[in-house]
C-alpha cells in the first residue's frame, strides 16, 4: 500500500493540523521559506514508521501544547484498498495505533496485520544532520531490503535449473534449512524440556518447604518454535559502507563529510533500484530533507539527475530550497510542488501531461545551460515571461526596489517563449507574458507575415484566463519612447533610465512609462491604462489590427518598387 495523504497535529511548529495530499505516482517537492515546517513533515512521516514501544520516544519539547495528544495521521491505498491509520502520542506514555474511527489497532483487530506490513515497509530517510548511528542504521535498513528480496526469490524460485544453476543451489540449500531448523530445535527442545522438569521439581520442593504449602508447586516450560524465516537471518548480518581514496583505506562512511555521506547513500539506493535488488516493491518511500545541502551546484545538477530516476522507481518525497534540482529538460507528468502553509500544504504545480516536441526539448537543454534559474518560477508568487535583455532588467530591478517576490524569466526569443508556456501549462500556472511585437517599419512583407504567425502561436498556448499577454510596439524600447538601441548600448541605457534620481533627466518619462507597466502586470487585481506603446492582448484580432494596415502599406510598396524596376529594365532596352 502507498501512502497518499498524511496529517499532523500539536506536532513542534504544527500546533493545529497539517495536512498533505499528494497523488499516488508523484515526486513530491516541499517548498517554503525557512521555519515552516518543511523538515519537521518528513521527520514526522519517517516517525509514524516506527515501532515503538517505551515512553518518551520523542521529547517532551515536540508537543505544541502540553496535555494535548500528537497525532500523526495516514492514509494508505492501494488498487484494491483505502484505510486511514492514526498514530497517537501522549506525554509520558508509549504511543498507539488507532483506526479512523479511533479505536485501538490491538492483536484481534482486523487491521493488525496491514499495520505490521506498513510498518515493516518503513522508509529510507535522508537528513542534512544524521549521526553516524543513523548513517549505520539507514546501510543496515537498505542490505536487510535486498537480503530479504534475495530470499523471497529463493522462497519462490520456479526458474530452469539448467539456466539458473546458481540460483537453483542457492534454493536448494536454503529450502534444506527451513526444514532441517525446526527439527533441530525440536530435538533440542527434548533435551531442554528434561532439564527443565527437574529444574521445575527441585524448586518446587524449595517453595513447598519454604511456604509450608504441600500443594505447591512451578513449572518452566520451553516455548514452542514458529519454525524458521527469513527474519531469521536478517537479525543475524550485518553490513558495513567503507570508503576508499589514495591516502587510506576502509575509512566508514560515517566518518566521512556530509555531502559525501548523503550523495553514497542516495546511490546506493539510486543503483540498487535500477538493478531491482530490492525487488519490485514501488511502494518503499524515500525521504530526503533539503538534499542540495553541503553540495556544490555541480553535484547538485547530478543529485538531481539521480532524484528523476529514482522517483520513476519508488515514492519520492523532498524539501527544497534549490531551483537546480528541477531539472526542465526531464520527463515532469508526476511531479508534484507544495508549499508549506499553516494548516495545509498548497499544491502550486502538478504536471498534467507532457506536450513538448523536439524543439521544445532542445529549447529546454538550451535554457539548463544558459539559465539554470529558470525554474525558480516553483518557488515565486508571480511569473512573467519577458523576450529581451532590456525588460528583464527593468523587471528585476522594480522587483527588488518594491520588494516584490515575482519570478521573471528571460526567453531570448519567440520560439522559447513558446517552449516556456508549455512548461507552465503543464503545472496549470498563472503567469504573465510581455513580448515584442516586431511590427518595425523596418521590416519586409514577408518578416513582417512570419512575425504576425510568431504572435499568434504564443496566443495559441494561453490556455486559462489566469494567463494574460501583453506585447511592446514594436519592441520594449520603442514602447518606452527611446526609440531603436543598438544591441551594446541596450544594457547601459536602461541603467541610466532606472537609476534616474532628477523629474528633469531626459529618461524621467521612459522610467515612469516602465514602472507604470511593472505595476500593471505585478498588481494583477489593480488594472490601469497601459501607456501608448503597450496592448494587453485579448484575442488573435489585436495582433492582426497591429500589422494588416503595414503589411498592406509594405506589400503595395513593395509592389510599385518592383513595377518601377521593370519599367526602368524595359526603358533601358
Do not use: W
Amino acid at each position: 500500500m502507498r501512502l497518499t495523504k498524511f496529517s499532523v497535529t500539536n506536532y513542534k511548529v504544527f500546533k493545529d493540523t497539517f495536512a498533505i495530499d499528494f497523488s499516488k505516482d508523484s515526486i513530491a517537492i516541499l517548498t517554503g521559506r525557512n521555519n515552516t515546517g518543511k523538515s519537521t513533515i518528513l521527520e514526522a512521516i519517517n516517525c509514524f514508521f516506527q515501532k515503538e514501544t517505551k515512553a518518551k520516544t520523542i521529547s517532551n519539547d515536540c508537543f505544541s501544547e502540553r496535555g494535548k495528544e500528537i497525532v500523526l495521521k495516514a492514509v494508505f491505498e492501494s488498487d484494491e484498498d483505502k484505510i486511514t491509520i492514526k498514530k497517537k502520542y501522549k506525554e509520558e506514555s508509549a504511543p498507539s495505533f488507532y483506526d479512523e474511527n479511533d479505536v485501538e489497532i490491538k492483536n484481534k483487530h482486523e487491521l493488525k496485520d496491514t499495520l505490521e506490513e506498513i510498518l515493516n515497509n518503513k522508509p529510507f530517510y535522508i537528513t542534512p544532520s544524521m549521526l553516524p548511528d543513523d548513517i549505520n542504521d539507514l546501510i543496515q535498513n537498505i542490505y536487510s531490503e535486498i537480503i530479504k528480496n534475495d530470499l523471497q526469490k529463493l522462497e519462490g524460485f520456479n526458474g530452469d535449473p539448467e539456466e539458473e544453476k546458481e540460483m537453483f543451489q542457492l534454493a536448494q540449500e536454503y529450502s534444506q534449512i527451513r526444514k532441517s531448523y525446526p527439527k533441530f530445535l525440536r530435538k533440542l527442545k527434548l533435551s531442554t524440556d528434561k532439564l527443565l522438569e527437574q529444574v521445575s521439581n527441585d524448586v518446587s520442593d524449595n517453595l513447598r518447604v519454604l511456604f509450608s504449602n504441600e500443594h505447591l508447586s512451578l513449572n518452566v516450560v520451553g516455548g514452542e518454535s514458529e519454525g524458521f524465516s527469513s527474519t531469521d537471518i536478517l537479525k543475524s548480518t550485518n553490513s558495513s559502507v567503507y570508503i576508499d581514496n589514495n591516502k587510506q583505506s576502509k575509512m566508514p562512511l560515517a566518518n566521512q563529510g556530509t555531502g559525501l555521506q548523503r550523495m553514497s547513500l542516495i546511490y546506493l539506493i539510486q543503483n540498487m533500484i535500477e538493478k531491482k535488488l530490492m525487488g519490485e516493491n514501488d511502494n518503499k518511500l524515500l525521504l530526503i530533507d533539503e538534499p542540495e545541502a553541503f553540495l556544490h551546484p555541480e553535484a547538485v545538477r547530478a543529485l538531481s539527475r539521480s532524484l528523476y530516476k529514482i522517483g520513476g522507481k519508488m515514492p519520492l518525497m523532498i524539501s527544497t530550497h534549490s531551483p537546480i534540482l528541477i531539472d526542465l529538460s526531464e520527463r515532469h507528468t508526476s511531479i508534484q510542488v507544495f508549499r508549506v502553509g499553516e494548516k495545509e500544504a498548497i499544491q502550486l504545480y502538478k504536471s498534467i501531461s507532457e506536450h513538448f516536441d523536439d524543439d521544445d526539448k532542445k529549447n529546454m537543454k538550451i535554457l539548463n545551460y544558459v539559465d539554470s534559474y529558470v525554474n525558480e518560477f516553483f518557488f515565486a508568487d508571480k511569473i512573467v515571461i519577458v523576450e529581451g535583455d532590456t525588460e528583464y532588467i527593468a523587471f528585476k530591478h522594480l522587483a527588488k526596489l518594491k520588494n516584490k517576490n515575482v519570478h521573471i524569466i528571460r526567453a531570448r526569443g519567440k520560439a522559447t517563449i513558446g517552449t516556456l508556456m508549455k512548461i507552465l501549462n503543464q503545472f496549470n500556472s498563472s503567469y504573465d507574458v510581455l513580448h515584442d511585437v516586431d511590427n518595425h517599419t523596418k521590416h519586409s512583407s514577408s518578416t513582417l507575415k512570419a512575425q504576425l504567425t510568431n504572435c499568434k502561436n504564443i496566443f495559441k498556448l494561453k490556455e486559462s484566463s489566469s494567463i494574460r499577454i501583453f506585447c511592446s510596439i514594436a519592441n520594449f524600447e520603442n514602447a518606452i519612447d527611446i526609440g531603436d538601441v543598438s544591441n551594446h548600448k541596450k544594457t547601459q541605457t536602461i541603467y541610466q533610465i532606472l537609476h534616474g534620481t532628477s523629474d528633469t533627466d531626459e529618461f524621467v518619462k521612459s522610467r515612469r512609462i516602465v514602472e507604470n507597466l511593472f505595476d500593471q502586470i505585478i498588481n494583477r487585481g489593480e488594472e490601469k491604462t497601459l501607456d501608448v506603446g503597450f496592448r494587453r492582448i485579448n484575442n488573435e484580432k489585436d495582433y492582426d489590427d497591429l500589422f494588416a494596415g503595414l503589411i498592406k502599406h509594405k506589400t503595395d510598396e513593395e509592389m510599385q518598387n518592383k513595377n518601377k524596376m521593370e519599367a526602368e529594365k524595359v526603358g533601358s532596352y
